[in-house]
């Protein structure tokens, strides 16, 4: 399958507002408002976590789409940017910490609670954060075509080594950053893997799941990688159902 990243480019409604979660200057996230405010008001902050196979290439920007559309359909959207730097695992799960922490109280326009949403590298950081943090406001999480196994997915060379740059060493001797080596998650977990998806296959989704019975995962058929976070996908009513199923938890 040819993969369509036309999403990645595509442009979107500047974010209504940009705060600070931290001093540094990544510690941002774009914040948009959901379009009906009663809406919004009765339902979870999304926190939306990029990928990007956490190099320093790919930002924030190219989910505004995603973000956007959701708060269009009554959804307040953070999307925090995090550090990535090749080799230090630590200080983008420190960013995601201090976000997930420090977001629900910074926006307003949600119920106090929120969910995780993560696509690909983000969905990993999504993953860690449901199994390790003290989150009593993380309603659930829903992760997109996620980095779930790294061992596995170093295994299968994913992101031309793109776990082990992101570790700096073996997923081996990092196993508390893996999600699937990781105890259960605090909370409910969605995962949407595409059937076609060549950047990271459906069998990592399949090891995690296996490992996590609890987890739902619900596989897309003619659905690559990126379609995920496109809104004018097919696969996007997949993306909608699982995030109001989290929401009804």
């Known amino acids: 399958m040819i993969e369509d990243r036309s999403v990645l480019t595509r442009p979107a409604p500047p974010a209504d507002a940009v705060i600070a979660y931290g001093d540094g200057p990544e510690q941002i996230a774009d914040v948009r408002h959901g379009r009906c405010n009663t809406q919004s008001s009765a339902r979870p902050l999304a926190i939306v976590l990029h990928g990007g196979y956490w190099r320093p290439t790919y930002d924030r920007t190219h989910t505004s789409p995603m973000a956007d559309a959701l708060a269009t359909q009554g959804w307040t959207v953070a999307a925090p940017e995090y550090r990535r730097i090749p080799g230090d695992p630590d200080a983008t799960l ?149 995030l109001h199923r989290l929401q009804k938890r």
């Open 94 to 242: 420190a960013d995601i910490r201090r976000a997930l922490a420090i977001l629900p109280e910074a926006v307003e326009e949600h119920d106090g609670r929120c969910i995780a949403i993560g696509h690909s590298a983000g969905g990993h950081l999504a993953l860690w954060a449901a199994a390790t943090l003290p989150a009593p406001r993380l309603q659930g999480v829903l992760v997109l075509a996620p980095v779930a196994d790294l061992a596995l997915a170093h295994r299968l060379a994913l992101g031309d080594g793109a776990v082990q740059a992101f570790l700096g060493t073996e997923p081996e001797q990092r196993p508390e950053l893996d999600p699937c080596r990781l105890d259960a998650p605090n909370c409910a977990v969605e995962i949407v893997h595409g059937m076609q998806d060549e950047v990271v296959p459906l069998e990592v989704s399949e090891a995690y799941s296996a490992r996590h019975a609890r987890t739902r995962l619900t596989p897309v058929g003619d659905c690559g990688h990126f379609q995920l976070i496109d809104p004018l996908s097919a696969a996007w009513v997949d993306v909608l159902d699982a």
